[in-house]
């Protein structure tokens, strides 16, 4: 049954593609609305967290490198991710309200709204991304091929994204108190996730729990992709338990969402 959920919420984001990338169109825009920069806004900030990055910690900290990788790289590398996840969760939380007017008055498709939530911030994630190529090189460490392995973390994180996204959008609705909740455990899992510290510092046995965060893989992911140049299939056991977790975590969202969109209307 939670299968067929899932395929039915597939199959009308295939119906409804042309209102999708048009509602996520309208969500870029609506960044820069009234802005002079406009667009270049994207890579203004995330370039001015970098440079903070940089200077605190290496100018300021004089943080020591991790395996002769400059401590900047390798918080960068993981704190890309985090952003746009962090960002599509927080906004996926709120976005059934946002577009309340919409829901009470048509027949309106809301599943496709946290696709929306997804989208739009994606486009903040690649101004990230390619500062993070650009700071790479002039540290002087090498391109690679492996790069292009980031795809496939990213399409991890979209999964799990998508199915926590559903899941708070729809609980929102019924219980505003889950908007609230949601900043409070994106900052625990962010320092819950090793991005600004080295799993290795850890006891074993405590390094082990940790890893149960799903996060931990995508994060190691990138830093596999774009630091370490390791492939993903080395990590076959953790591979398999993050997509466990993470089909879990689409397939209970999913039918949550089916379940109670019907009464949205009304509740709202």
Same mark, same amino acid.
């Given at each position: 049954m939670i299968g067929r959920g899932i395929f039915r919420l597939a199959?009308?984001?295939?119906?409804?593609? @042309?209102? $999708?990338?048009?509602l996520a169109h309208r969500e870029v825009a609506s960044m820069y609305v009234g802005s002079f920069l406009g667009f270049i806004w994207t890579f203004i900030q995330p370039g001015v967290m970098i440079l903070v990055f940089w200077f605190v910690f290496s100018v300021g900290f004089k943080a020591k490198p991790l395996n002769d990788v400059p401590f900047v790289v390798w918080l960068t590398a993981a704190m890309?991710?985090?952003f746009v996840f962090s960002a599509i969760i927080s906004s996926a939380s709120t976005v059934i309200l946002q577009y309340s007017h919409l829901i009470k008055k048509t027949v309106f498709p809301? @599943?496709? $709204?946290?696709?929306v939530k997804i989208l739009s911030n994606l486009?903040?994630?690649?101004?990230?991304l390619l500062l993070l190529v650009i700071l790479i090189l002039c540290n002087g460490m090498p391109f690679s091929l492996y790069y292009f392995q980031s795809i496939y973390y990213l399409f991890c994180l979209l999964v799990l994204a998508s199915g926590i996204g559903w899941l708070v959008s729809s609980l929102n609705v019924y219980a505003r108190d889950v908007g609230q909740l949601i900043p409070v455990i994106i900052q625990v899992g962010f320092w819950a996730t090793p991005i600004f510290w080295?799993?290795?510092?850890?006891?074993?046995?405590?390094?082990?729990w940790l890893k149960l965060n799903p996060f931990y893989y995508i994060v190691q992911g990138y830093r596999d992709s774009f630091i370490y140049f390791?492939?993903?299939?080395?990590?076959?056991?953790?591979?398999?338990?993050?997509?466990?977790v993470a089909l879990f975590s689409l397939l209970t969202g999913g039918w949550v969402f089916r379940r109670l969109k019907p009464q949205f209307a009304d509740v709202l």
């Amino acid at each position: 049954m939670i299968g067929r959920g899932i395929f039915r919420l597939a199959k009308d984001l295939i119906q409804y593609n @042309q209102m $999708l990338r048009a509602l996520a169109h309208r969500e870029v825009a609506s960044m820069y609305v009234g802005s002079f920069l406009g667009f270049i806004w994207t890579f203004i900030q995330p370039g001015v967290m970098i440079l903070v990055f940089w200077f605190v910690f290496s100018v300021g900290f004089k943080a020591k490198p991790l395996n002769d990788v400059p401590f900047v790289v390798w918080l960068t590398a993981a704190m890309a991710p985090w952003f746009v996840f962090s960002a599509i969760i927080s906004s996926a939380s709120t976005v059934i309200l946002q577009y309340s007017h919409l829901i009470k008055k048509t027949v309106f498709p809301s @599943q496709i $709204l946290v696709v929306v939530k997804i989208l739009s911030n994606l486009v903040g994630h690649g101004a990230f991304l390619l500062l993070l190529v650009i700071l790479i090189l002039c540290n002087g460490m090498p391109f690679s091929l492996y790069y292009f392995q980031s795809i496939y973390y990213l399409f991890c994180l979209l999964v799990l994204a998508s199915g926590i996204g559903w899941l708070v959008s729809s609980l929102n609705v019924y219980a505003r108190d889950v908007g609230q909740l949601i900043p409070v455990i994106i900052q625990v899992g962010f320092w819950a996730t090793p991005i600004f510290w080295d799993l290795t510092i850890m006891p074993e046995n405590i390094q082990f729990w940790l890893k149960l965060n799903p996060f931990y893989y995508i994060v190691q992911g990138y830093r596999d992709s774009f630091i370490y140049f390791v492939p993903f299939w080395e990590h076959a056991a953790y591979t398999l338990y993050f997509w466990v977790v993470a089909l879990f975590s689409l397939l209970t969202g999913g039918w949550v969402f089916r379940r109670l969109k019907p009464q949205f209307a009304d509740v709202l």
